[in-house]
């Protein structure tokens, strides 16, 4: 397999490539940290196939997708009757990857027996499959991926911090794909000549200037897999193969219809309607002034009531931030303003 392809040339994205080039060819474990969807997996790669672990085996676990005790025999293996159903000796994936590197995923949900049972593999490299009693030899670079906050959950008592200290000889901090705008578009050309090769398409004939207004405006909670899933979601749509692409179809859970009995109902109180986020909209949020509480905080009520209607209009516009200007009546700047006073309000 050849080393993955990463496009990048926004400078945050450059610093986290040095910092992966210096540490790839050491053999101490390393912590990816970043927001769903930044290419964790794909960097855990990258640092693989710079090592000299090269041409040796790459094992990806993803610790989220199974129970404790199924983890458990995934990492160190089991022998034949450690448990029922286990008829056979099974190597795990330590041993699978000896010489390589294991890549472990969503680290932060693995219990603290596991995390255990991890660190004098890592520490001393040493496991026992389950229902053995031979302790095996085994050298695996470690490398451990998460958006967790690992050293709250340690303090906390929830993550062992000595393992902490172990998997953190460096960490890479992978940037939200909104801090990379010079990015945005470098990555959707390539989505979207890859998905126009899979509908058989002769060429890309490009983005019009709405639809790259449309890109650069989102802030894409998802980041680079949200894009993705956009860029060829919205090619699958559209009508014409030899026009450029014109609209960039981000919320697939908006109706292309208004109910006019449900917006009615919803005027009059009688009944609920829902937004595009299927969340229940009541008569009371289309006045959020009804919802002020009486206080002697007067700065309080104004800020909560900015964020009320900032929130709404956020929803109903997909979150697209020009749209939302124009429907709040304010310029660009000054949502921009709002939305750094009120940083939360991206959050979904």
Same mark, same amino acid.
């Given at each position: 397999? $050849?080393? %993955? +392809?990463?496009?990048?040339?926004?400078?945050? &994205?450059?610093? @986290?490539?040095?910092?992966?080039s210096l540490v790839a060819p050491l053999h101490k474990p390393v912590l990816v940290l970043g927001e #769903?969807? @930044?290419?964790?997996? =794909?960097? +855990?790669?990258?640092?693989? *196939?710079?090592?000299e672990r090269w041409d040796k085996p790459f094992i990806k676990l993803n610790c989220a997708a199974l129970s404790e005790s199924l983890l458990e025999s995934a990492l160190f293996g089991h022998e034949s009757g450690a448990f029922t159903g286990a008829s056979r000796q099974v190597k795990g994936c330590f041993e699978r990857a000896h010489e390589g590197t294991l890549f472990l995923d969503e680290l932060a949900t693995a219990s603290l027996r596991v995390q255990e049972k991890l660190l004098r593999a890592i520490e001393y490299g040493e496991i026992e499959r389950l229902g053995g009693q031979e302790t095996l030899r085994v050298d695996v670079r470690v490398i451990a991926a998460t958006n967790a906050d690992l050293p709250t959950l340690a303090q906390q008592g929830e993550f062992r911090a000595d393992l902490l200290d172990r998997l953190a000889f460096d /960490?890479?901090? =992978?940037?939200?794909?909104?801090l990379r705008d010079m990015d945005i578009l470098l990555l959707a050309e390539s989505f979207a000549m890859a998905m126009c090769r899979e509908l058989d398409w002769p060429v890309f004939a490009g983005f019009t200037e709405h639809a790259v207004e449309q890109l650069m405006d989102y802030h894409w909670p998802g980041?680079? #897999?949200?894009?993705?899933?956009?860029?060829? #979601?919205s090619l699958y749509r559209h009508p014409d +193969?030899?026009? %450029? =692409?014109?609209?960039?179809?981000? $919320?697939? &859970?908006?109706?292309?219809?208004?109910? %006019?009995?449900?917006t009615t109902a919803a005027a009059s109180g009688a009944v609920p309607t829902t937004d595009s986020e299927s969340r229940p909209v009541t008569a009371t949020e289309t006045n959020? /002034?009804?919802? /002020? /509480? +009486? @206080?002697r905080d007067m700065k309080q009520q104004v800020a909560d009531f900015e964020r009320q209607l900032l929130q709404q209009g956020l929803r109903h516009n997909s979150y697209q931030q020009k749209r @939302?200007?124009?429907?709040?009546?304010?310029?660009?700047?000054? =949502?921009?303003? *709002?939305l750094r006073k009120y940083p939360e309000l991206l959050e979904r």
């Open positions: 397999m $050849d080393m %993955p +392809a990463i496009l990048g040339e926004s400078e945050l &994205f450059n610093q @986290t490539l040095e910092q992966l #769903r969807g @930044t290419g964790k997996e =794909l960097m +855990a790669q990258r640092l693989h *196939y710079l090592s /960490v890479l901090h =992978l940037p939200p794909l909104r980041n680079i #897999r949200e894009l993705k899933n956009v860029i060829e #979601r +193969a030899q026009l %450029p =692409l014109d609209e960039i179809i981000i $919320d697939p &859970f908006l109706r292309p219809w208004v109910d %006019p009995m449900a959020p /002034v009804s919802q /002020v /509480v +009486a @206080t @939302t200007a124009k429907h709040l009546g304010l310029s660009y700047h000054q =949502l921009r303003g *709002y």
